[in-house]
C-alpha cells in the first residue's frame, strides 16, 4: 500500500482526543459516549448543548476511570438507569440539562420556529490525584427515541501556555519534541560535517548517506508534530491532520534505519560488496512485514480506534503488533551480527560493539512498552513513552557517528565505495571479501579499484604521477587506501 493511501486513510480519523470539540452526537440508544478529557488535580470545562425540546430531558455523565464506575459501565450489559446509577452522590458527576434543574445553565430559546433547550454554563473542580474523566450522554426516562445533541466543549488544566490546554496524559509532549528537535537539526550538522570528512577520504558509502537520510525524516516528523501542538497548545484544537503525516514519517524513519543496521549487519560496505540473493530476499520480506504492520496500526487507529477503552496506540493490538515484530527483528539481526562476525574475525571487534548497542535500540520499544503498560499510571504512559523513544533515537544515531568516524578505532569502512559496486560472490578472497573473484594480474588490480584505466605495467607512477610504493615502508603508508595485498602483488612485478 502507498504511503500517499496510508496518509489519506490516516487523515479521515481522529487520532488525538481535542480539549476543543463540537458537533452534534446521533444514536439510537439512549446511553452514548461522547469525549474524554485527562485532569490534572483541579480543572474546568465550558459548555455548550443544544437539542429539541421534543427531547427533553438528556443528561451530562461524568465518570472518573475506575473499575466501580468507567470500567463497570463501558460495553456492559446494564440498562441505562443502572449505568447512572454508578455515580457518586453530591459529587456533581450528572448534569440534567432542562430549565428546572439548577446550575444548568439552561433555557428554552426559538430557532427557526422550534423550541429548543439551550444550555451554557462553566463547571471548576478539585482532584485528589490527576485521573481521566469520560463524558457520556443519556436520557433514562424509558422513551426510546434515543439522543440528539448539538455540542461544544472546553476543557482546561490550569497552568499557562504550556498546561492549560493539553490533556494531562499530554502535558510535556510539547517541550519534549521541541528539545529533540533542536537536538536532531545539531546532529544533522555533525552528520554533514563528517560526511564531508568521508567523502574526501574517498570512503562516503550508501549506508552513510542513508544515515543521514533517517535524520532528515526524523527533524521532518518532529517539524509536523510541533507545529501542531504549537498551535493545539492556543486553541485547544492544532493542525489534527499533521499528526498523521508526522507519525508517518517517523515510521517510514524507523524502516529504514532498521534496514541501515541489517545491511551492516550482513556486512555490506564493511566486508563485502554484495549480498547474496537469499539475503536479499530475506532483507525485503522483513521491510514489507514492517511496512504491513504500520500500515494496519494507522489504518486501524484511524477506523476502529475507541478513546473510551484505548488510552495510547501501543494499548491496542495494533500496538502490541509492532512492538512483537520489534522483537523478531532483534532475533533477526543478532544472527546476522553473529554469523557475518564468525566469518570475519578481523572485525568482531567492530560487530560485537554494533550489536550491543542496536540490540538495545531494537529491544527498547518492548521493554518500554512492557513496563509502562505494567507500571505506569494510563495518565503517564504516552509522553513518558513519546520522550524516551526519541532519547533511544537520537542516543542510537549519536552512536552511529562514532563508529563511522574516519580515524576512530572501530571504523567499518576502509575500502573505496566503489569497490561496494564490483560484483561480488561468497567465492570471493575469504581475507579480503572486496577482491575480485577472479584473479586480475599486474598493475591492473590497482587502478580497478581506483576506478581509473590501467596503466603500463612498465610505469613507476600512477596517471597522476605518484610514484608507486617499493619500498615496506612506502606499502604501509598506502595501505590505509588499498589493501596491502594488492600493492605488494603489483610491487612483485615491478621487481620481476
Excluded at 456533581?92 to 433547550?117: F, M, W
Excluded at 434515543?146 to 461544544?152: A, E, F, I, N, T
Excluded at 490550569?158 to 528539545?179: K, R
Excluded at 533477526?332 to 560493539?353: E, G, H, L, M, S
Aim: net charge neutral.
Amino acid at each position: 500500500m502507498g504511503i500517499a493511501t496510508i496518509v489519506f486513510l490516516c487523515t479521515c480519523g481522529a487520532f488525538a482526543t481535542a480539549k476543543y470539540i463540537d458537533g452534534t452526537l446521533e444514536s439510537d440508544e439512549n446511553w452514548a459516549f461522547l469525549t474524554r478529557f485527562c485532569f490534572r488535580t483541579a480543572g474546568s470545562y465550558h459548555y455548550h448543548f443544544t437539542y429539541s425540546s421534543e427531547r427533553c430531558c438528556q443528561n451530562i455523565l461524568m465518570y472518573f476511570d475506575t473499575v466501580t464506575q468507567w470500567d463497570a459501565v463501558y460495553e456492559s450489559n446494564l440498562n441505562c438507569s443502572a449505568r447512572e446509577a454508578v455515580l457518586e452522590q453530591g459529587r456533581n458527576q450528572k448534569i440534567i440539562l432542562s430549565p428546572d434543574a439548577p446550575y444548568s445553565g439552561c433555557s428554552i430559546v426559538s430557532s427557526n420556529g422550534t423550541r429548543e433547550i439551550s444550555c451554557r454554563s462553566v463547571r471548576s473542580f478539585k482532584l485528589s490525584r490527576a485521573r481521566w474523566w469520560y463524558i457520556a450522554v443519556s436520557k433514562c426516562d424509558g422513551i426510546q427515541n434515543g439522543l440528539r445533541l448539538d455540542y461544544q466543549m472546553h476543557m482546561f488544566n490550569p497552568g499557562g501556555y504550556w498546561t492549560n490546554e493539553f490533556s494531562a496524559d499530554e502535558q510535556g509532549i510539547l517541550e519534549t519534541d521541541i528539545a529533540f528537535l533542536t537536538a536532531f537539526i545539531l546532529l544533522l550538522l555533525w552528520a554533514g560535517i563528517q560526511g564531508s570528512t568521508l567523502y574526501q577520504i574517498g570512503r562516503l558509502h550508501m549506508t552513510f548517506k542513508l544515515f543521514i537520510g533517517t535524520i532528515v525524516l526524523q527533524i521532518a516528523s518532529l517539524v509536523f508534530l510541533c507545529i501542531h501542538y504549537g498551535i493545539y497548545g492556543k486553541n485547544g484544537v492544532g493542525v489534527p491532520t499533521l499528526i498523521p503525516i508526522g507519525r508517518i514519517i517517523a515510521a517510514v524513519n524507523e524502516i529504514l534505519f532498521l534496514l541501515l543496521l541489517m545491511l551492516l549487519a550482513k556486512g555490506w560496505t564493511v566486508v563485502r560488496g554484495r549480498l547474496t540473493e537469499e539475503s536479499q530476499l530475506r532483507l525485503i520480506a522483513l521491510m514489507v512485514m514492517y511496512t504491513i504492520a504500520y500500515a494496519i496500526m494507522f489504518i486501524w487507529e484511524a477506523k476502529a480506534f475507541d478513546p473510551a477503552k484505548v488510552i495510547y496506540v501501543y494499548d491496542s493490538p495494533a500496538g502490541y503488533g509492532i512492538v512483537a515484530l520489534s522483537f523478531i527483528a532483534f532475533c533477526w539481526f543478532v544472527y546476522a551480527v553473529i554469523v557475518t562476525a564468525k566469518k570475519n574475525p578481523d572485525k568482531q571487534r567492530f560487530y560485537v560493539q554494533f550489536c550491543s548497542v542496536y540490540s538495545l535500540w531494537l529491544l527498547s520499544r518492548f521493554i518500554v512498552v512492557m513496563v509502562s503498560n505494567s507500571y505506569l499510571e494510563d495518565w503517564y504512559r504516552e509522553k513518558v513513552v513519546n520522550g524516551i523513544n526519541l532519547a533511544v533515537a537520537f542516543a542510537a544515531d549519536v552512536a552511529f557517528m562514532i563508529f563511522t568516524r574516519p580515524y576512530g578505532s572501530n571504523f567499518p569502512f576502509h575500502l573505496k565505495p566503489s569497490q561496494v559496486s564490483v560484483d561480488l560472490s561468497e567465492s570471493g578472497d575469504p581475507e579480503h571479501p572486496y577482491a575480485p573473484s577472479s584473479p586480475v594480474s599486474g598493475d591492473r588490480s590497482i587502478e580497478l579499484f581506483q576506478g581509473k584505466a590501467p596503466f603500463s605495467r612498465s610505469s613507476s607512477e600512477n596517471r597522476e604521477g605518484v610514484p608507486l610504493p617499493k619500498t615496506d615502508r612506502e606499502i604501509q603508508a598506502w595501505s590505509g587506501h588499498v589493501p596491502t595485498h594488492l600493492f605488494r602483488a603489483t610491487h612483485a612485478q615491478q621487481d620481476s
